[in-house]
């Protein structure tokens, strides 16, 4: 079973998401809250599979609370996938950086929601090849960030070229398509630069190889 917690400020939105989740044979809502603190004290007393967390919440907003569950050790099974209104905007720029392992947008499809948590319950990181893109523009503007890029002198040469194409949105069948090596070690090659960069999944690679200058982001009407 896959083991999911709410986290959302709206009865309504909660109330149809447990409908939708619990619908189907292979996943469970095992608690829900209406705050981030809440919500952060409900993913201690479950450790769920997958915590589904709205950005602005009271009490506590969604950012610092995916912050402390990305934080806590004990917590380092729960994937936190951020529900938003808007789309790709600076809450979820900075949810990613605090842990999230990718993110929603609330009117999506049903069908959408469900694929997505499976998704997260592997530990696959939510960026489609378009949500890659949205994300890649914020970085436009943004010049490199040096502790990144210090941070990249771990890695060997061949982890560096792993994780520029995670951050091109490659998974690792197509990684290892386009290194000519097998799908196992390309997986081994993606989990020892997160080991190295002690990144949580690969969302914060896709958001280290940009800040560090790694990746250079493509213009529109570039490729």
């Known amino acids: 079973m896959i083991r999911v917690l709410l986290v959302d400020d709206q009865p309504l939105i909660r109330a149809g998401f447990r409908a939708l989740l619990e619908s189907e044979d292979d996943i469970e809502v ?27 919440m009271p009490v506590l907003d969604g950012i610092e609370a995916t912050r402390r569950i990305a934080t806590d050790p004990r917590l380092a099974g729960v994937h936190v996938v951020i529900l938003t209104n808007y789309g790709v ?33 592997r530990g696959d990181a939510l960026l489609s090849p378009g949500i890659t893109r949205k994300l890649i523009s914020e970085f436009v503007s943004r010049p490199p960030d040096g502790l990144s890029a210090a941070g990249m002198d771990v890695l060997t040469r061949r982890e560096r070229e792993v994780v520029a194409l995670v951050a091109r949105g490659l998974s690792n069948d197509e990684i290892a398509g386009y290194m000519v090596i097998s799908p196992t070690t390309a997986k081994t090659h993606v989990s020892r630069a997160m080991v190295k960069l002690r990144a949580r999944d690969r969302a914060q690679l896709v958001v280290f190889a940009y800040e560090s200058g790694l990746v250079a982001p493509r213009h529109p009407g570039t490729g």
């Open 30 to 56: 095992v608690g829900e809250a209406a705050d981030g603190a809440r919500g952060v004290e409900l993913a201690a007393e479950h450790v769920p599979d997958v915590a589904l967390v709205d950005v602005q």
């Open 89 to 121: 905007d600076e809450y979820v720029f900075n949810a990613l950086r605090a842990g999230a392992g990718g993110f929603l947008v609330k009117d999506m499809d049903p069908g959408d929601l469900i694929a997505a948590v499976r998704v997260a319950a």
